[in-house]
C-alpha cells in the first residue's frame, strides 16, 4: 500500500523559512508527478507546486521567487523549501504523488505551517 509521509511542518516567525519533506513508501514505483497543495481555515485546497520526475517544476503565482520544490528519485521523496514565509502562508500542506495529471492522486496526511506576524 502506498504512503506519503510529510514531516517538517511548524511555527515560524514572517520572514522566516521551513523545509517540508514527502517521503513515499510501499511501491518502487517512481511517480511521475509530486506536488503540494495546501489549505488555510475556511479556504479552498489550492496548489502551491509541482515536479515532474524529470525535474519540471511550477508554482502558484503567490509562491513563486519564496518557495522551491525539489525530488531525490533515488529517495522517493519531494521537498518544498519555503522561504520569506508570511502570515498568508499558514495552512496545513499536503503532499501528493501522481502518475500522471489525469490519474488519481495519493495523498499524505498533512502538515500545518503556521506563520506568526
Known amino acids: 500500500q502506498v504512503r506519503l509521509v510529510e514531516s517538517g511542518g511548524g511555527l515560524v516567525q514572517a520572514g522566516g523559512s521551513l523545509r517540508l519533506s514527502c517521503a513515499v513508501s510501499?511501491?518502487?514505483?517512481?511517480?511521475?508527478?509530486m506536488g503540494w497543495y495546501r489549505q488555510a481555515p475556511g479556504k479552498q485546497r489550492e496548489l502551491v507546486a509541482t515536479?515532474?520526475?524529470?525535474?519540471?517544476?511550477n508554482y502558484a503565482d503567490s509562491v513563486k521567487g519564496r518557495f522551491t520544490i525539489s525530488r531525490d528519485n533515488a529517495k522517493n521523496t519531494a521537498y518544498l523549501q519555503m522561504n520569506s514565509l508570511k502570515p498568508e502562508d499558514t495552512a496545513v500542506y499536503y503532499c501528493?504523488?501522481?502518475?500522471?495529471?489525469?490519474?488519481?492522486?495519493?495523498w499524505g496526511q498533512g502538515t500545518q505551517v503556521t506563520v506568526s506576524s
Open positions: 501528493y504523488a501522481a502518475i500522471s495529471v489525469i490519474t488519481p492522486k495519493n
Open positions: 510501499g511501491t518502487i514505483f517512481t511517480f511521475n508527478i
Open positions: 515536479i515532474t520526475r524529470d525535474g519540471s517544476t
